[in-house]
C-alpha cells in the first residue's frame, strides 16, 4: 500500500506526475492552498500537510481522467473531503439536492472559532475533543428571534376637503398652471406696492 | 437588609391643568407680539402708510410671534427650572423601585448605508453599558438595516458577527435587512413590527449615531410600567463627540440651551408631548394598532409616503388618548450632529421636505390641538427662512422706492401718544433693540441657569468660560442664520415646485471640508451677498451697516463653512476652554468605550481604499462570509412575508442562475446593480458560485475574479 502510493506521487522519467507536468500540479498546490489559507489555517506545517493530503486523492484519480486538468481534479477532491469531513463531524448526511452541508459546516467551523482554537482538528479524522464536536454541532446563527408573524394596516387620515384639492394635481399641467396663476399674482402684488 | 429603592415626589397632571398652561404660553407669547407689533406699525404710520407696508407688517407679526414662542419657551423653561416642575414625567410616580422581571424591550438600530463601524461601535456601548445594570435579559438588540448598497450589506453582516462573537451575544444582537426598503425607516419599523412586535412589549428606537446609558434604557422601561397610559417616552438626546468648530458651538448651544428650552416646552405640551424619531421608547401595541402610516392624498411633495413619520405618529398616538411625554431631565441619552455647515445643510433639507408635507397632514380630522400646534411649529422652523427673506426684501424694497420717488421720510407723529416724544430713529432703535433682547433672552437665561446651579456650571467650565462660549457662539449663529435662511428658501422653494435638488456627497478632507467644495456649494451666498450689500451702500451707507451682520455671514460663507469644519479649530476651541460641555470635562463610560473602540478601528483598520464590488467579492469567496450571508439569507426564508417577497424579487428562478454564470465568466462590471443585488439575494447561487470561484481553473475566469482570489490568498 506504501509503495503503491510513493508510487503514485513520486514523479516518473520524464518529470510528470500522475501523467501530468508537475507545473500543472504546482498550480493544483496553489489552488488547494489558496482556500486553506481561506479558511484562515496559519500553521504552515498544517496547511501544507493538508494540501498534499488533497493532492494525493487527486493524484490517485488523476490517471483515470486524462481529459480534466489537475487543478479542477484536486479542487473537486479539496470540496469532496472537506463536505465528507463535515459530515463526520456534524453527523449530518451530505445531501446532493443543496450544498447545505457545506454551508453549515463553514458556518460550525467559525461559531466553534476553529481558526483561533481548533486548527488542528480540521480535516483529521475522529475522534474529536468533545467540547470541539459539540461546539461545532451546536453552532447555529440566528438573524432574530422565533416569528411572531402580524400584520399592521395604516388607517387612512381623512384629510376633509383638502383631499380634494390634492386630487387637482392628478390633471395635467396643473403645476405649470399654477405657477402661472401665482406669478400673475406677484406682477399684481408688485403693481400695487408701487402704484 | 435589602436596600430601599429611591423615591420620588408623587403628582398627578390633572387634565385641565394643560389647557390652562396652553392658554398661559400661547398668551404670553401672542400679546408681547401684540405689543411689539403695534410699536412697529406705529413706526410705519409715522413713516407714510402703504400697501408695502402692510406686506412688511403682517410679516413682521409672522416672524415676531415665531421670535416670541422661542422666547417664552426659554422664559417658562428657565423658570420651571428655578422653582421646580413638578409635571415631569419622572416626577409623577415613583418608578425606580419599579419591577421589570419578564418584560421584553427591544432595541432597535435602524440603518441605511451608515458607516457601520461607528453604528455597532455605538451599539456596543450601549450593550455593555446595559449588561453592567443586570438587566439584559430583558432587551434584545436589532439592527434593522435598509442599505442598499452590496458592499455595505456585506460588511454589515462580517461587522454583526464579529460583534457579536466579541460580545458573546449571539442570540441577543440580531441583524434583519430588508429586500425592499419600501417607505424608508417607518417602513422598516413596520417591517421589524410585523415579523418580531408581538414579542416585545417596548420597543426603543434608536438612530444610526445613538448611545443610550444602560441605567436610561432600564430608566424608560420603568417609567413606561408605572404609566400603563403612556405609548410613548421622548427623550432628549445630548449631543456629543463633535469634534469641529461647527459641531463643537451646535453641541455647546445643545447642552446649554436645551434644557431650559425643552422644560417650557414640557410645560405646555404635557403628556401631548412629541416624537423625534430616535432615543424614545415607545409601547409596541398601541403602536402598531394606530400608528402606521397611510399615504397621503395627491402627488409629491405633499401627497405620497410621509417622510418625517416622528411627528405624526405621535400625533396619531395621541389622537387615540395615550400619552407622550418628554422625559426631558433623564440623563445618558446622546446623539451626534453634523460636522460641518454643508453636512447640516443636507439633513436640514430632508427634515424641510419631511415637516412641509405636514402642512396636509395638519387638516387630519380627529388630532389633538397639541398636536397639531407641534406640527405647526416644525413647519415654520423651515418657513421663517423665506419668511424673514421677504421681510428684508420688502424693507429694502420700501427704501429703495422711499428714495427713487423722492418722497419725504420725515416722520409724523405716533398714534400712540407717548411714542411721538421719540425721533423716528430712536423709535426704530427702540423696535429693534426689543427683538434683540427676545431673541437673546433664553440665551441669556440659560446662562442664569447655569449659574443658579454649581456643580452644573463645574460642567461647562466655569461660568467666566460659559459666558465667552455663549458670545463666541451668538456670533457665529448670527453669521450662520443668513445663511439658513438662503438655504430655508431655497429647500421650501424647490419642494414646493417639486423639483429635486441634487446634492453631491460631501467632499471632506481628513480635516474637513475642502475649499473647492465650500466654493461650489457657497458661491452663490457670496455672490448674494457682494450685489444686495453694494446695493444698499449706493442707497444709503447708513442702512449698509445695519445689515453688515446679514450681509457679513452671506460674503464670508466660505471660510466660515471651511474654517468651521476644522477639527484642528475645534480642539483649538477646546484647549482655550470654549465650548465645553458636561461630556468633554467628564466623559460618560459609554463614550469613553465608544471612543477607545473607534481609535482602535482607526489604527487597526485597513485603511486602503477597498477594490470595486468589494463585498460582492467577499460574499462569494471568504468561507465565512458566504456561510454566514446564505444562513441568513435561509432563515429569513422562514418567514412568509419574506420567502414572498423573494419570489417577487426573483431570487431562486433560473435567471439568476444564469446572471450567476455570468457573473463569473465576464465579471461584476457585466451585470447591473439590481442584477448583483439579485445574485447575491438568491443562497442557492451563493453557495454555487462559493464553489465555482474555487473550483474552476483561474483561466476560466475573467482578470477581476483572478484578481480577488489571489488577494484572498494572500489575506492575513
Excluded at chain 1, 34 to 48: P, Q
Excluded at chain 1, 73 to 91: D, G, K, P, Y
Excluded at chain 2, 144 to 158: A, F, H, M, V, Y
Aim: aromatic share 12%; hydrophobic share 45%; charged share 20%.
Amino acid at each position: 500500500m506504501e509503495s503503491a502510493l510513493n508510487a503514485a506521487i513520486l514523479p516518473d522519467a520524464s518529470g510528470r506526475l500522475a501523467g501530468r507536468p508537475l507545473e500543472e500540479w504546482n498550480g493544483a498546490y496553489a489552488k488547494v492552498e489558496n482556500y486553506f489559507h481561506a479558511l484562515r489555517i496559519r500553521n504552515k506545517v498544517l496547511l501544507g500537510d493538508l494540501v498534499l493530503r488533497v493532492l494525493e486523492r487527486a493524484q490517485r484519480r488523476a490517471p483515470a481522467e486524462p481529459d480534466r486538468s489537475a487543478t479542477q481534479i484536486a479542487a473537486e477532491e479539496m470540496e469532496r473531503i472537506v463536505t465528507e469531513w463535515f459530515s463526520e463531524v456534524l453527523q449530518s448526511p451530505p445531501t446532493k439536492a443543496d450544498n447545505s452541508l457545506s454551508t453549515r459546516g463553514r458556518l460550525a467551523l467559525l461559531l466553534a472559532d476553529m481558526p483561533g482554537r481548533w486548527q488542528e482538528q480540521f480535516l483529521r479524522p475522529g475522534p474529536w475533543p468533545e467540547e470541539f464536536t459539540s461546539a461545532m454541532r451546536e453552532a447555529f446563527l440566528r438573524a432574530g428571534p422565533d416569528f411572531q408573524i402580524s400584520k399592521m394596516a395604516p388607517r387612512p387620515l381623512d384629510l376633509g376637503p383638502i383631499t380634494t384639492l390634492t386630487n387637482l394635481g392628478r390633471f395635467p399641467y396643473f403645476r405649470m398652471a399654477l405657477i402661472w396663476v401665482l406669478f400673475a399674482l406677484m406682477l399684481i402684488v408688485v403693481f400695487i406696492l408701487t402704484h | 437588609m435589602p436596600e430601599k429603592p429611591p423615591q420620588v415626589q408623587v403628582t398627578s397632571v390633572p387634565r385641565v391643568q394643560r389647557g390652562w398652561r396652553l392658554f398661559v404660553f400661547y398668551s404670553s407669547a401672542l400679546l408681547l407680539t401684540g405689543v411689539v407689533s403695534l410699536l412697529f406699525a406705529d413706526l410705519l404710520w409715522r413713516t407714510g402708510w402703504s400697501a408695502s407696508r402692510t406686506v412688511l407688517l403682517v410679516l413682521f407679526v409672522i416672524l415676531f410671534l415665531l421670535a416670541a414662542v422661542g422666547c417664552m419657551h426659554g422664559v417658562y423653561g428657565f423658570f420651571l427650572r428655578t422653582f421646580g416642575d413638578r409635571c415631569r414625567i419622572t416626577n409623577l410616580k415613583n418608578y425606580l423601585g419599579q419591577n421589570i422581571d419578564g418584560i421584553s424591550t427591544a432595541v432597535v438600530f435602524p440603518i441605511y448605508n451608515e458607516d457601520s463601524v461607528r453604528v455597532y461601535e455605538g451599539l456596543r456601548a450601549t450593550y455593555e453599558s446595559l449588561v453592567k445594570t443586570g438587566h439584559l435579559d430583558r432587551f434584545d438588540f436589532f439592527i434593522l438595516s435598509d442599505s442598499t448598497d452590496p458592499d455595505k450589506w456585506i460588511e454589515e453582516e462580517r461587522r454583526w458577527f464579529d460583534l457579536i462573537r466579541e460580545l458573546d451575544a449571539l442570540g441577543k444582537i440580531y441583524y434583519r435587512r430588508r429586500l425592499d426598503n419600501e417607505s424608508r425607516k417607518s417602513g422598516n419599523i413596520r417591517d421589524f413590527l410585523s415579523a418580531w412586535g408581538r414579542r416585545y412589549r417596548y420597543f426603543m428606537v434608536c438612530d444610526a449615531d445613538s448611545i443610550m446609558r444602560g441605567e436610561t434604557l432600564v430608566s424608560l422601561v420603568k417609567l413606561m410600567e408605572v404609566h400603563p397610559t403612556t405609548g410613548l417616552i421622548q427623550t432628549v438626546p445630548a449631543i456629543v463627540n463633535a469634534e469641529s468648530l461647527f459641531g463643537r458651538t451646535q453641541q455647546f448651544a445643545n447642552r446649554l440651551y436645551a434644557p431650559v428650552f425643552i422644560a417650557g416646552l414640557n410645560y405646555w405640551a404635557l403628556d401631548l408631548g412629541n416624537y423625534w424619531g430616535h432615543n424614545a421608547i415607545i409601547r409596541t401595541e398601541p403602536f402598531m394598532q394606530f400608528c402606521d402610516l397611510p399615504q397621503l392624498p395627491g402627488q409629491k411633495p405633499f401627497g405620497g409616503q410621509i417622510l418625517s413619520h416622528d411627528f405624526v405618529e405621535a400625533a396619531l398616538m395621541s389622537r387615540e388618548n395615550w400619552e407622550v411625554w418628554f422625559a426631558y431631565d433623564l440623563e445618558g441619552s446622546y446623539e451626534e450632529t453634523p460636522q460641518a455647515m454643508i453636512e447640516n445643510a443636507q439633513r436640514e433639507r430632508r427634515w424641510c421636505q419631511g415637516n412641509l408635507q405636514h402642512s396636509l397632514v395638519l387638516f387630519a380630522k380627529g388630532l389633538r390641538g397639541v398636536s397639531r400646534l407641534h406640527l405647526i411649529l416644525g413647519i415654520f422652523g423651515y418657513l421663517a427662512g423665506p419668511l424673514w427673506l421677504a421681510f428684508l426684501l420688502t424693507f429694502n424694497f420700501i427704501y429703495a422706492y422711499q428714495k427713487h420717488t423722492g418722497l419725504s421720510d420725515i416722520t409724523v407723529q405716533a398714534f400712540t401718544p407717548y411714542l411721538s416724544a421719540l425721533s423716528g430713529t430712536a423709535h426704530a432703535l427702540l423696535i429693534f433693540l426689543i427683538c434683540m433682547v427676545v431673541i437673546m433672552l433664553p440665551k441669556f437665561l440659560a446662562l442664569i441657569d447655569l449659574a443658579n446651579d454649581w456643580p452644573r456650571r463645574r460642567e461647562f467650565g466655569g461660568l467666566a468660560r460659559a459666558t465667552t462660549s455663549v458670545v463666541a457662539e451668538t456670533v457665529f449663529s448670527t453669521l450662520h442664520a443668513p445663511l439658513l435662511m438662503l438655504w430655508h428658501t431655497r429647500f421650501v422653494v424647490t419642494n414646493i415646485l417639486g423639483i429635486s435638488v441634487g446634492w453631491a456627497t460631501q467632499k471632506r478632507s481628513a480635516e474637513g471640508t475642502t475649499w473647492l467644495f465650500a466654493l461650489q456649494r457657497h458661491w452663490g451666498h457670496t455672490l448674494i451677498g457682494l450685489v444686495w450689500g453694494a446695493l444698499m451702500w449706493q442707497f444709503e451707507p447708513a442702512l449698509f451697516w445695519w445689515f453688515t451682520p446679514v450681509l457679513a455671514g452671506m460674503v464670508l460663507s466660505i471660510p466660515l463653512s471651511v474654517l468651521t469644519s476644522r477639527r484642528r479649530l475645534g480642539a483649538r476651541a477646546r484647549s482655550a476652554g470654549l465650548f465645553l460641555t458636561p461630556e468633554e470635562i467628564k466623559l460618560p463610560d459609554e463614550l469613553l468605550s465608544l471612543r477607545s473602540n473607534m481609535k482602535i478601528h482607526e489604527l487597526t483598520d485597513d485603511a486602503t481604499p477597498s477594490r470595486a464590488h468589494a463585498g460582492l467579492a467577499e460574499v462569494v469567496l471568504d468561507p465565512y462570509v458566504n456561510a454566514i450571508h446564505v444562513s441568513l439569507l435561509r432563515e429569513k426564508q422562514l418567514n412568509p412575508v419574506y420567502a414572498e417577497q423573494f419570489t417577487k424579487f426573483g431570487a431562486g428562478s433560473d435567471r439568476v442562475q444564469k446572471l450567476g454564470e455570468k457573473l463569473l465568466a465576464e465579471g461584476p462590471e457585466k451585470l447591473s446593480a439590481s442584477e448583483r443585488m439579485l445574485v447575491m439575494s438568491d443562497q442557492r447561487v451563493l453557495v454555487w458560485l462559493h464553489q465555482q470561484a474555487w473550483q474552476r481553473p483561474g483561466e476560466t475566469l475573467t482578470p477581476w475574479w483572478r484578481a480577488a482570489i489571489l488577494e484572498y490568498s494572500r489575506r492575513d
